[in-house]
C-alpha cells in the first residue's frame, strides 16, 4: 500500500502537496487539520484518509477523528496521535498508547519539525512525524512524507518540501 502522510496542515491544503499526494492509495494525516469537518472531508474526497484531531481541532472534528488510533497496515501496527514526542522525549500520553500498544510504526505532529527515525529502545519502532504541510507556524519549510508498506515492511520513504 501506497501511504501519504501529513499533519498541521491548518486548513491549507496547497497544489503541491495534492500533487506530491497523488499517486498514494491512502492519506493519513496526524492532527491539527484545522477548518473542521469541511476540510478534512475535502481531503477525504481527494483519499481515502485515516486521521487523528490535533489539538487545534474543535470537537465536532474530534466525533470522526479521535485523539489517537491504532490499527494493522500490511503486517505492520501503526499507532497514530497528534502529540507524541520522540526516542527519549515522548509525551507522557503517548508512552502510554506505545507501551500498551507496541507498535511497529508511531506516527504523530504537533511540532512542525519533520522527523523519520528508529527507536532502539522500543524494538527498532519507527517514529514518523511528517512536519507541518500548513502555513501556520514558526517552520519555514513545509513538509510531507510518502512511503509503501508492504507484507510488513515499509520502504521508499519520500520526503516533500515547499516553501513557506
Known amino acids: 500500500m501506497f501511504i501519504g502522510l501529513i499533519s498541521d496542515t491548518h486548513g491549507v491544503f496547497s497544489e503541491g502537496f495534492r500533487d506530491f499526494l497523488e499517486p498514494v492509495d491512502q492519506l493519513w494525516h496526524a492532527g491539527d487539520f484545522g477548518g473542521g469537518l469541511e476540510f478534512a472531508g475535502s481531503l477525504a474526497e481527494f483519499k481515502p484518509l485515516v486521521g487523528v484531531s490535533g489539538n487545534c481541532d474543535n470537537y465536532e472534528l474530534r466525533f470522526e477523528h479521535p485523539l489517537y488510533r491504532f490499527f494493522e497496515c500490511e503486517g505492520m501496527k501503526v499507532l497514530m496521535t497528534h ?81 513557506k
Do not use: W
Request: proline letters at 6%; glycine letters at 12%; charged letters at 25%.
Open 83 to 163: 502529540i507524541g514526542g520522540y526516542p527519549g522525549r515522548y509525551d507522557p500520553r503517548a508512552r502510554e498508547l506505545i507501551d500498551k500498544y507496541r507498535p511497529d510504526i508511531f506516527v504523530c505532529g504537533h511540532s512542525h519539525i519533520l522527523k523519520v527515525m528508529r527507536d532502539p529502545k522500543r524494538g527498532g519502532m519507527l517514529v514518523m512525524n511528517p512536519g507541518a504541510a500548513g502555513i501556520q507556524g514558526f517552520h519555514v519549510v513545509r513538509t510531507a512524507l510518502r512511503f509503501h508498506i508492504d507484507e510488513g515492511n515499509i520502504h521508499d520513504v519520500e520526503v516533500f518540501e515547499l516553501d
